[in-house]
Every structure is written in C-alpha cells, then in structure tokens.
C-alpha cells in the first residue's frame, strides 16, 4: 500500500531564507511524486512531479525537489522563499500501476516571516 | 492555458437535502476524480471515472455518492442526502491518463465548499 508522511505540519521561515519541506513516501512500486500548493481559498496547483526520469526535478516558482529511493524521500526545496511563497503544499504519492487514486500527504503550511 | 473548472464556488444546503456538485474537465482529458477536504485535515480520495463508469472508488464513497457525465463536457457529484459531516471542499480533477504506468498528472480545478446545516 502507497503512503506518504509529510513530517512537519507547520514550517516558518524569514524571507529570503532557504525553504525544506520535507516528505517520505511508502510505496510497492516505483512511484509517481508530485508537490502540490494550495494557496488560500483558492484551488490546488501543481509545482512539479517526479516520474522515474531525472532525480532532480525543477518545478514553478523556483521550487525543486530531489528523488531520493534509498531514503524514500521526496524533499521540496527553495533557495530563497518569497512573501507569496506562503501557503499549504501537499506531498502527493501514486503507484499508477495498481490503481488511479492518489494519496495526499496532509500538508505543510509554510509561513514566511518578514 | 485550459483549466478544471468547478461550480458553484460555494454551496449551504440543509441536512438531507440533495446536492449537485458540476465540474468541467480539461477538454481532450479521459479520466475525472472527486477529493473532499474536511477543514483542517487532509485531501482524501473519493472516486475516478473513466469511460463512463466508475474506476475505483474509496470507502467514504457510499450509496448516498454517485457520479456522471451528462454530456461531453460536464462531470457531476451527486450527494442524495446530504449529512453535517458532508461539509467540506470538494475537488475535482482530470487527467489524461492514456496508456503506460506513469501516473499522469492530475490537474485540479478550484474547489466548491459545501457547508451542510
């Protein structure tokens, strides 16, 4: 069965500083990854997505997150975060092979400090 | 750039009353999805669509959910009646999803919050 633990539920940082959202996956195949933001009263975005080419994926808004299958890790990553940066990002797991749900990590709201 | 798009945007409906959440997918997209959101926990999975017929579905799915695709363009949740617990952000989503194991991507649209009294 596919999981996904996103291990902090809140994550405050200054502007300008560098951002690590952090999420480990379980999974029986080799799986789909994809970060998702979900900015205030508003629809859920894709920032990027991990499908079994480069480990190294660059999304929107300067976002990347790296693969990592020894650690079962999918950490997103952004050097420098922005005032607009703020906001609720969703890990997001699927296996695709077994079936067409996908499972929600649930959620890291990053706060960006002036 | 085309988009998933959901109405309404909002929804207040009364315990047990019926309720009909539309969306449109993107247009050349094959395969549709509903997720609920209960405030302040996690996006959950509650069903996929594909060739007119439902692909899988979860547990919180049951008899009082159904879905269809009336026509070439829109894609409906139906809750026959609604309960408190029902309250939520409802989204939908499509894919393309052609062939292979390679999850595509789902693209979401905006959301109908529904608030069942």
């Known amino acids: 069965a596919q999981s996904v633990t996103q291990l902090d539920s809140h994550v405050s940082v200054s502007e300008g500083t560098p951002v690590l959202l952090r999420c480990n996956y379980s999974?029986?195949?080799?799986?789909?990854l994809f970060w998702y933001v979900q900015h205030p009263n508003k629809g859920l975005q894709l920032l990027l997505k991990?499908?079994?080419?480069?480990?190294l994926v660059k999304g929107i808004n300067g976002f990347e997150a790296e693969f990592k299958k020894s650690e079962t890790s999918f950490h997103l990553t952004k050097p420098s975060a922005h005032m607009s940066d703020a906001a609720e990002y969703f890990c997001v797991v699927s296996d695709g092979e077994v079936d067409d749900k996908i499972i929600f990590g649930k959620g890291t709201r990053l706060h960006i400090l002036p | 750039e085309p988009e998933v798009t959901q109405t309404p945007s909002h929804q207040v409906t009364q315990m047990g009353q019926e309720v009909i959440l539309r969306c449109v997918p993107i247009?050349?997209?094959?395969?549709f999805y509903w997720y609920r959101q209960i405030l302040g926990q996690k996006v959950e999975f509650l069903v996929s669509f594909y060739n007119n017929e439902i692909s899988e579905k979860s547990e919180i799915f049951d008899d009082q959910f159904s879905v269809e695709r009336p026509d070439g363009s829109n894609f409906t949740l139906k809750i026959r009646s609604t309960k408190l617990e029902d309250s939520a952000m409802y989204f939908c989503?499509?894919?393309?999803?052609?062939?292979?194991?390679?999850?595509?991507?789902?693209?979401f649209g905006p959301g109908t919050r529904l608030l069942v009294l």
């Open positions: 999974s029986s195949y080799s799986p789909s």
């Open positions: 247009s050349n997209h094959l395969y």
């Open positions: 989503a499509s894919s393309i999803r052609t062939s292979g194991r390679i999850s595509e991507t789902q693209y």
């Open positions: 991990y499908t079994s080419a480069a480990t």
